[in-house]
């Protein structure tokens, strides 16, 4: 995690295109040879950060009350996930949106975040596995339909979360209150409310 910090300081302060593999090993305090031990590109340095917060939201989501429903189990993960000082300091959540934005202009960066994301997906799909399924009328909805598979409810919800944070990265908005990456995360999930989340 030491290189992955180092990597996103030196992403965060001198930008990705003036950052070198070396100079990222330096900051670590590591040897070139040991920095490509790990990763075949820069870009792939900081896929340990972007991993820890998908991780943090399955690991929220799969601590949620058990006898939550599937949306308030997502809800209760973004809460503890996206709210600063809960899942990530509020100082680090700029560096959040610029690790993002870096993300969005450079397709070696935006590789390693979607493929963070992708695997998060998988691992949410588990753990919505491990939490049952049922039908919306379960869940006191009006949609009688079965739920779907643990995996396209992970990748709705997955992409309600997803889309907030990279949305937020685009603007200026606060890391608290109105226009934050909790807010939009959980104004995404409530305009999916009548999805069959499952039980």
């Known amino acids: 995690m ?3 910090r180092a990597a996103a300081g030196l992403f965060v302060r001198h930008g990705l295109r003036a950052t ?5 090993a330096q900051a670590a305090g590591i040897a070139p040879r040991t920095f490509y031990r790990y990763f075949a590109t820069k870009e792939e340095a900081v896929a340990p950060l972007y991993a820890a917060g ?3 939201w399955v690991e929220a989501v799969r601590a949620a009350p058990a006898d939550a429903s599937v949306l308030r189990a ?7 996930t996206l709210t600063p000082g809960v899942g990530v300091s ?4 700029e560096w959040v949106r610029t690790l993002l934005r870096l993300a969005e202009a450079n397709p070696s960066l935006r590789r390693v975040w979607a493929e963070v994301c992708q695997a998060s997906e998988r691992t ?3 753990v919505l596995a491990e939490r ?3 039908t919306a009328a379960a869940q006191g909805g009006d949609n009688v339909a079965a739920a779907p598979e643990p995996r396209f409810t992970a990748a709705v919800a997955s992409a309600a979360v997803r889309t907030a944070l990279e949305g937020w990265a685009e603007g200026d908005g606060p890391v608290e209150g109105p226009g934050s990456p909790a807010e939009l995360a959980l104004r995404n999930l409530g305009a999916l409310r009548d999805f069959p989340w499952g039980a």
């Open 132 to 134: 049952g399924t049922g």
């Open 74 to 80: 997502l809800e209760h993960g973004v809460r503890h």
């Open 90 to 93: 509020a100082s680090s959540w």
């Open 124 to 126: 949410l799909g588990e």
């Open 2 to 4: 030491e290189i992955a």
């Open 20 to 24: 070198r593999a070396e100079d990222i």
């Open 54 to 56: 998908a991780q943090r």
